[in-house]
């Protein structure tokens, strides 16, 4: 059975301090890893696919990293806008999984000014 | 730009009642999927569909049944609602890959 944890739960970070947001998985054959940032009372809005490990994706202030076992998400200088939920998902390579993804529990990152 | 769209933002039903939330894409994906979100649970799977009239459950169906007679638009029945049905619940849809979410809806069961 497929898993995804994330750490920590919760993140309270200054602006402008750099941290980083751990997504570990286990998965009968990767068929992709995704990071979304869900705002309290709306849904997930998608952030970054990778497939496979050593893969890199930015976007903005966000970097996602992808090893064989986890993936990063990294937050570089972060401002209060980026407070949110962030969610890890995987995709495994099963056959008749037709695209189901297994989602971590998320981490909460509040940025204070 | 690509839609998923859920009828209602906010819902308060009464034990018992029949409850529908409808979800709609616009984008031709054949898989849908509905999801219930809940503090400290995450994001749990109730039911996906593959293709029209197809469905499969997911990892918590009991209490909730689906409808899918065209392929942008996917419902999720309570049939009779409780109170641990309480939740946010979410609507997805997806062409193989990562899914584009609805807004939500906040269901409370009184």
């Known amino acids: 059975e497929d898993q995804v944890t994330q750490s920590p739960e919760a993140l309270r970070l200054q602006e402008g301090e750099s941290s980083s947001l751990n997504c570990s998985y286990t998965?009968?054959?990767?068929?992709?890893l995704f990071w979304y940032r869900q705002d309290p009372g709306k849904g997930p809005e998608f952030l970054f696919t990778?497939?496979?490990a050593g893969e890199e994706k930015e976007k903005e202030r966000l970097k996602a990293t992808l090893t064989k076992k986890e993936s990063f998400l990294h937050i570089t200088a972060p401002k209060p806008e980026d407070s949110a939920t962030y969610l890890c998902a995987v995709r495994n390579a099963g056959g008749t999984s037709y695209g189901k993804l297994t989602f971590g529990q998320g981490t909460i990152l509040t940025v204070h000014p | 730009d690509v839609k998923v769209t859920q009828s209602s933002r906010y819902l308060v039903k009464r034990t018992g009642e029949k409850v529908f939330l409808e979800c709609v894409q616009d984008m031709d994906h054949e898989n849908m999927f509905w999801y219930r979100q809940d503090p400290g649970l995450g994001l749990r799977l109730i039911y996906f569909s593959y293709d029209v009239k197809m469905k499969e459950k997911g990892d918590i169906p009991e209490g909730y049944s689906v409808s899918r007679e065209k392929k942008e638009r996917f419902s999720l029945i309570l049939e009779s609602a409780s109170t641990n049905q309480t939740s946010m619940y979410l609507c997805?849809?997806?062409?193989?890959?990562?899914?584009?979410f609805g807004s939500g809806t906040r269901l409370t069961v009184v």
């Open positions: 998965v009968s054959g990767l068929r992709g």
């Open positions: 997805a849809s997806s062409p193989l890959g990562g899914y584009t």
């Open positions: 990778l497939y496979s």
